[in-house]
């Protein structure tokens, strides 16, 4: 009996997919929750596994491929042990190469002979050491070790070799794609301004330093980090400027009664913004152990899009990356965004003296359109206090 494979039905924000990576051809045998295809939208990467066990008889969709809102996309015989394929992608082949027996696409093949490349030469990257197209693509004598890890990606399109002059080719992921649309229109739709500011941290790496150990044994090796305080700083400033925690929808101003802060972490595909919903009522243990789970599912491409969906406020940290000063931009339809920056020790004045303090540098950006310059510089000032006298924070003053 056969059994359709549909894409996953996508919520309102994303409207469409695409098919990045086939885990299985056509013709292959699948165990039941076996994952077959990998799905990218602009927000996450969803896997899609065999809904029983049987074999794949038919691929109707190839990678690259846009894929709607649970659309079918191939197709499972239950219990058979064999099929016919009906996929674009022929199977593979098997040639002989010198004394070594290769096992190749055909597609592969056929680049290779184009281009006179000794499939021997080449290792493969597919299952069973199969060499696919894109390992033909990659493949340069000089630089093989390179173009193995670089065959792993799927969108690779095209090497163009001048001497010694290469340029490579590289189809933007759907995600980098969507990105950057959403920061086109951002700059285009909002009437964006960042504010400026600097804190003195000794006060936070004080408590850190004083009871990091004690903070770790308490809760579990949660570690106490920098976001924790800022994040509840935050909190505590949306708190007392509700305008910032706001957002526009047409020309109605929604105001929000919580708190789901947004933290940026950057992967690989790109920039995600998982939420942590009602920040306000986190303690800094929960907030630090959920960052911490948040930052490993998106390192391994397992975040949800449920969990990288809403949120009130953005907080991004270029100071991980060293950066001393940027122009976050704004993450719709939230208002504003707080950045952070790297710690340096400088010479600031207190009381009439020059002393050294670490310093960081804040930014926020806001949408001018709802957000006066007022109201976001008291905004930026009271984080600023809150973080240089955590104290505040706990007392709520």
Known sequence: MAIEIKAPTYPESVQEGAIATWHKNAGDTVSRDELIVDIETDKVVLEVVAPA??????????????????????????GAVEAVATTTEEPQVQVSSGQAEVLVNPAAKKLADERGIDLAQITGSGKGGRITKEDVVNYSPSTQSVAVSQSQSSDVEEVVETGERVERRVAMTRMRSRIAERLLEVTQTTASLTTFNEVDMSAVMGLRKSYQDEFVKTHNGTRLGFMGFFIKAAVEALKRFPLVNASIDGTDIVYHGYQDIGVAVSTERGLVVPVLRNAENMSLATIENSIGDYAGKA????????????????????????SLLSTPIINPPQTAILGMHSIQQRPVAINGEVVIRPMMNLALSYDHRLIDGKDAVRFLVTIKQLVEDPAKILLEI
């Open 53 to 78: 066990s049987g074999t794949l008889t038919e691929v109707l969709k190839n990678e690259g491929d846009i894929v709607l809102s649970s659309e079918v996309i191939a197709r499972i015989e239950e």
């Open 299 to 322: 390192r391994d491409g397992k975040l949800t899009i449920e969990e990288m969906t809403g949120g009130t406020f953005t907080i991004t940290n270029g100071g991980v990356y060293g």
